[in-house]
C-alpha cells in the first residue's frame, strides 16, 4: 500500500514511524513532514490545507489511504473533498468529514451533542453579541473560576479561565463584540469550571465498532510545576496511573459508547480518531473536550504503546472492519519530554543548527518542529522534538528521555524536567 500522512510535527512523525513498521506498506509520503519523518518515507513540500494540490499528489504517487494529522484539513472538509472528487472518492481519508470534525470545530456543537447523548460534561450555556447581557447573568449563577470559550478553532488559546467575575464579563464583551478571536468568538461557551484531574483517551473508530487506544496525561504549561503559559504540549505519559481499569470502564459505558451511538444517530459517518479530553473527578469522568483527531505531544507516547500493526487498523476502519483487526498493547510505560525553543510559546527564532541526535540509542526521538538545511538539521519551530522512551516505572522512562534531552544541543534549548513527577507521587499502576 502507499500511504500519504498529512502534517509536520511529533504526531506525524510517530505515525510516519509505526506505519514504516508495517508489512503492508510499499511507499509512505508525509507532506509536508519535517527532518524527521524523512527517515521513515519521502517527503513532499505541500501543505495541509492546499487540497488541489494533495489531489495531485495522491494521483501521481498512487496513494491508497490517507492519514490526516491536524484539525484544520478536516474542519475545512478534506474527507467530503475526497468524497465529492470522481478521482478521489474510493480512496480512504482517515479523519472524519466535516460534520463529524464539529466535535471539534464548535465548541457549542460539542456540547448540544454531549447534552444530547447523555455524556457527562460541565454545565454550560452559549451566548451571542444579541445574548450578551444573558451571558452576564449566567455567569451570575456560577461559582468561581470562570471558563469562557470561543466557539471555533483558535489554535488551542480560545479558552480562558478566570477568577474574577468582573474580569470574565470583561472578556466575554471583548470576545463577543470586539472578537477577541476573530470569528471564533462569534458563539462563546460559558461553563461549569470541573475539579480534578486531567487526562486524555483516544478512541480509533470505524462508525460501527471502535478500539479505545492507551490513555495519556500532557503536560500543557511551559514552567515546572505546571504554571507560566500553556503550550501546544511539553510532555506526556502513557498509561495514567490514576486512569485504572475500573475508570477506563466507564469512561467506555459513559462516554466513548453514548459517543459513537450520537455520531449514529446524528447520521455522521464517522471514520477516524477522537480524543476525549476528561477530567477525573472523585472517580468520575466529565468530559472537558473532543477533538477530531489525535494529541500532540500524547501521540508520541500512544502510538509506540501500540504493539499491533496500526496500518492494519487503519484499513479496518477505511473498510469498517476494525471489530476483525487485532489490537495489543505494550504494558511498559511511556514517557515523552518535549524540547522547544528558547522563548516559547512566545517569539523564538528558527533555523538554529542541532547537533547530538546520534548519541540517543535508547530513546525514540520524534521531531517536533525541524527541517533540513542543506544536510544539517535545524530548528523550525517553539516545540523541537518530542523524546519517548520506555521503562518499567514512570521514573527509568522518565530519566531515560532526559538522558537524551541532554545529549541533544541547540542554542537556547529548553524541557521541562518534571515530566511524570507528579504521577510517580501517586499511588502505583493496577
Ligand atoms: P480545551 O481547549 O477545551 O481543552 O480547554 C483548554 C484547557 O482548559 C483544558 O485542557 C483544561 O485544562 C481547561 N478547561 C477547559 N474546560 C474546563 C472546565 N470546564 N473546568 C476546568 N478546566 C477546564
Ligand atoms: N496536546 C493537546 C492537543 O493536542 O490538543
Same mark, same amino acid.
Given at each position: 500500500?502507499?500511504?500519504? $500522512? ?5 504526531? &506525524?512523525?510517530?505515525?510516519? !514511524? ?33 487540497? &488541489? ?5 495522491? !494521483? ?14 478536516? /474542519?475545512?472538509? $478534506? ?13 480512504? /481519508? $482517515? ?23 447523555? /455524556?457527562?460534561? @460541565? #454545565?454550560? %450555556? ?9 451571558? =452576564? ?12 470559550? @470561543? ?45 480534578? $484531574?486531567?487526562?486524555?483517551?483516544? /478512541? ?5 465498532? =471502535?478500539?479505545?487506544?492507551?490513555? *495519556? ?9 505546571? +504554571? ?72 508520541? @507516547?500512544?502510538?509506540? #504503546? ?11 476502519? @477505511?473498510?469498517? +472492519? ?6 495489543? +498493547? ?66 527509568? *522512562? ?6 537524551? %534531552? ?14 511524570? #513527577? ?9
Amino acid at each position: 500500500m502507499n500511504v500519504l $500522512i498529512l502534517g509536520s510535527g511529533g504526531r &506525524e512523525h510517530a505515525f510516519a !514511524w509505526k506505519i514504516a513498521q508495517s508489512k503492508q506498506l510499499q511507499n509512505l509520503y508525509i507532506a509536508p513532514g519535517n527532518a524527521g519523518t524523512a527517515n521513515c518515507g519521502t517527503n513532499v513540500n505541500v501543505s495541509v490545507n492546499d487540497f &488541489e494540490a494533495i489531489k495531485n499528489l495522491v !494521483w501521481e504517487k498512487d496513494i491508497n489511504l490517507v492519514l490526516v494529522g491536524p484539525e484544520d484539513p478536516l /474542519v475545512n472538509g $478534506i474527507h467530503d473533498y475526497f468524497l465529492q472528487d470522481e478521482v478521489l472518492k474510493d480512496i480512504p /481519508v $482517515i479523519g472524519p468529514k466535516k460534520d463529524g470534525a464539529q466535535l471539534e470545530g464548535s465548541k457549542d456543537f460539542s456540547k448540544q451533542f454531549m447534552q444530547k447523548y447523555n /455524556v457527562p460534561t @460541565a #454545565r454550560y %450555556a452559549t451566548f451571542t453579541k444579541e445574548s450578551l447581557n444573558n451571558g =452576564y447573568d449566567f455567569l451570575e449563577t456560577l461559582e468561581p473560576p470562570f471558563v469562557l470559550k @470561543a466557539d471555533g478553532l483558535a489554535a488551542g488559546k480560545g479558552v480562558l479561565i478566570l477568577e474574577d467575575i468582573a474580569d470574565a464579563k470583561r472578556e466575554l464583551k471583548s470576545m463577543l463584540m470586539d472578537a477577541k478571536f476573530g470569528a471564533a468568538s462569534t458563539k462563546v461557551v460559558i461553563e461549569e469550571f470541573l475539579k480534578g $484531574i486531567e487526562l486524555s483517551v483516544f /478512541v480509533l473508530t470505524d462508525g460501527k465498532s =471502535y478500539k479505545i487506544l492507551p490513555a *495519556a496525561k500532557d503536560y500543557k504549561r511551559i514552567g515546572e510545576g505546571d +504554571t507560566g503559559l500553556n503550550t501546544g504540549g511539553m510532555g506526556a505519559v502513557s498509561p495514567v496511573p490514576f486512569a485504572d481499569e475500573a475508570f477506563i470502564k466507564k469512561v467506555e459505558e459513559k462516554v466513548v459508547k453514548p459517543t459513537i451511538n450520537g455520531l449514529n444517530k446524528e447520521g455522521i459517518d464517522y471514520r477516524g480518531f477522537i480524543f476525549i479530553g476528561l477530567m477525573n473527578c472523585n472517580g468520575e469522568p466529565q468530559v472537558i473536550e473532543y477533538n477530531c483527531r489525535m494529541g500532540d505531544p500524547e501521540t508520541e @507516547a500512544v502510538i509506540p #504503546r501500540i504493539k499491533s500493526d496500526l496500518l492494519d487498523l487503519l484499513q479496518g476502519v @477505511a473498510t469498517q +472492519t476494525l471489530d476483525k483487526k487485532k489490537y495489543d +498493547t505494550i504494558e511498559e510505560i511511556a514517557t515523552t519530554v518535549v524540547m522547544v525553543s528558547g522563548g516559547y510559546p512566545g517569539d523564538f527564532t528558527k533555523g538554529i543548527e542541532v547537533s547530538g541526535l546520534n548519541h540517543v540509542k535508547d530513546s525514540i526521538v520524534f521531531h517536533s518542529g525541524t527541517k533540513f538545511n542543506g544536510d544539517k538539521v535545524v530548528t523550525n519551530g517553539g516545540r523541537v522534538f518530542a523524546i519517548t522512551s520506555f521503562g518499567k516505572t514512570i521514573e527509568e *522512562a522518565v530519566t531515560k528521555s532526559f538522558a537524551a %534531552a541532554e545529549k541533544i544541543n541547540y542554542d537556547k534549548k529548553y524541557y521541562r524536567k518534571d515530566i511524570g #513527577r507528579d504521577l510517580i507521587k501517586l499511588k502505583s499502576f493496577n
